[in-house]
């Protein structure tokens, strides 16, 4: 599945990959994980928080770690609103929970933890925003609307 181009690769994650838990997601509304985070659950994707120190977001229950979120949600897409330098442990937990794909958001990007993510399967994006891509492929007809 990582052979996929980079042009088809985000077509291909926003169709297929429903589940997404969020990385960083911030309760707070003002917050760009949130806006963004908002946006993809009225598209009609499942949104898994995923912060330490959040209790739910968005109405949904939010877990302290992806491990954690694993053992009770499906989780096909780990959406990452972290620093890059923190994200080669998410992509860690993102392989060791089987996920299909790891999304960095703009102005994030590791490449050695994105070479990992890949060699191990996953597809990846990275410096990009969902949102913003969703809107676009959107726009294009290349996704369905809400």
Same mark, same amino acid.
């Given at each position: 599945?990582?052979?996929?181009?980079?042009?088809?690769?985000?077509?291909?994650?926003?169709?297929?990959? *429903? +589940?997404?838990?969020?990385?960083?997601?911030?309760?707070?509304?003002?917050? #760009?994980?949130?806006?963004? $985070?908002?946006? @993809? =659950?009225?598209?009609?994707?499942?949104?898994?928080?995923?912060?330490?120190?959040?209790?739910?977001?968005?109405?949904?229950?939010?877990?302290?770690?992806?491990?954690?979120?694993?053992?009770?949600?499906?989780?096909?897409?780990?959406?990452?609103? *972290? +620093?890059?330098?923190?994200?080669?442990?998410?992509?860690?937990?993102?392989? #060791?929970?089987?996920?299909? $794909?790891?999304? @960095? =958001?703009?102005?994030?990007?590791?490449?050695?933890?994105?070479?990992?993510?890949?060699?191990?399967?996953?597809?990846?994006?990275?410096?990009?925003?969902?949102?913003?891509?969703?809107?676009?492929?959107?726009?294009?007809?290349?996704?369905?609307?809400?």
């Amino acid at each position: 599945m990582t052979t996929l181009p980079p042009a088809e690769r985000m077509p291909h994650i926003l169709k297929h990959y *429903r +589940n997404i838990a969020v990385v960083g997601l911030s309760p707070q509304p003002h917050r #760009a994980s949130f806006d963004v $985070a908002r946006y @993809m =659950q009225a598209n009609g994707y499942r949104i898994i928080p995923v912060n330490p120190n959040a209790s739910e977001v968005l109405g949904e229950k939010a877990y302290a770690s992806l491990t954690e979120a694993a053992r009770h949600e499906k989780i096909e897409l780990v959406n990452c609103f *972290r +620093n890059s330098e923190d994200i080669p442990p998410v992509v860690d937990e993102a392989i #060791a929970i089987g996920a299909k $794909a790891v999304w @960095m =958001q703009l102005g994030i990007s590791n490449p050695a933890a994105a070479a990992k993510a890949e060699a191990a399967g996953l597809l990846v994006v990275q410096d990009h925003c969902i949102k913003i891509d969703h809107r676009v492929l959107q726009s294009r007809g290349l996704l369905a609307s809400a």
